[in-house]
């Protein structure tokens, strides 16, 4: 009697072959070690390999009526599906150059008729121990690669968390409310999408850098936190020492970014564009901004694009100390800042997209609520 099992532990072997004979013989030799299918042409060989138990190996006549073995063996190689599995030629073409083109076809082995049991026998065994040894390291490769992308999301998720608490840390002791950090994430990454087109910036934009300004822009007052409350949060003028202290944020920010760079001892690039955002968006086209002075495209990209999302938020939102600006007379103050202010590019392609900086501005405006707290936090570290 046969066992139940039989049906789970062994492998299965598509014969394929037009001579019942033939096929007789092979089902008698191979029956007792493995589960045996049957196929009398290539067509009906094509439909045993589909469904969800394809056999694990195929020996495959060549000469045959309608579809030969050899269109056999191109059409299962040529399926993602079917490629894995080996297949030997058992044919009665006996010549190098029909095995050399059986082989250059995909085949596994290549075995002349008339047979000799154990030979044939022994190669199977060998093509099966290969395929399992093949599908346990493509099951293991497949492992590996949805661990490492759950590891990565999971790296990405914390990275993502760290930044937004870092912000928020800088955001409590600031006029700007939270949402000043959401607003600005939308803006450079809705101007970025726009410029990635841009001759200037193509090379520069690509997909994975304007996710990287997005999860970095939340960084860009981080070094606030240094900065004193007499300072950080006056409602009026600056005095001009007042203003070389507050100047100092975007060293500060910097400075702070490098301390976890340098403690992770490899460069890294989202610590990079963040360092550029902290340090220089603050800079202006003309030279004239700070810390360093830089002009034109000295200043990276990812400051210049900042440069542009942060004066805009500025503009439009209120402060304890000042009301916000239209959005119409926003505007016209960037361009106006065109070529002296802002890269001339990155003004342009902000005018074109202006819309989509106003459908951010009220899908993330402050609410009441927001400004009250805040307003009572400033008057609270003024005292």
Known sequence: MNNPLDFVTKKTILVVDDTSDNLSLMSGLLKDQYRVKLANSGEKALKAVQGDNPPDLILLD????????YEVCQMLKADPATRPIPIIFLTAMTSREDEQKGLELGAADYITKPISPPIVLARVKTQL??????DFLRDQAAFLKAEVERQTQMVRAVQDATVLAMASLAETR???TGNH???TQFYVQALANKLKTHPRFSAFLTDEMIDLLFKTAPLHDIGKVGIPDRILLKPG??????FE????HTTLGRDAIEHAESALSVPVEFLKVAKQIAYGHQEKWDGSGYPEGDSGDDIPIPARLMAVADVYDALIS???????????KAVGIIQEGSGSHFDPDMVEAFLAIQDEFRSIAARYADSDTDFE????YMQAAGA
């Open 62 to 69: 060549i000469m045959m009526p309608g579809m030969s073995g």
């Open 129 to 134: 121990e290969n395929k399992a040894m093949a």
């Open 174 to 176: 600031d006029a700007d």
């Open 181 to 183: 950090i959401r607003r």
């Open 237 to 242: 003028r600056f005095t001009p020492e007042e």
């Open 245 to 248: 202290i507050m100047k100092t």
């Open 318 to 328: 209120r402060r304890v100390y000042k009301e916000g600006m239209p959005h119409e």
């Open 373 to 376: 707290q805040k307003k009572v």
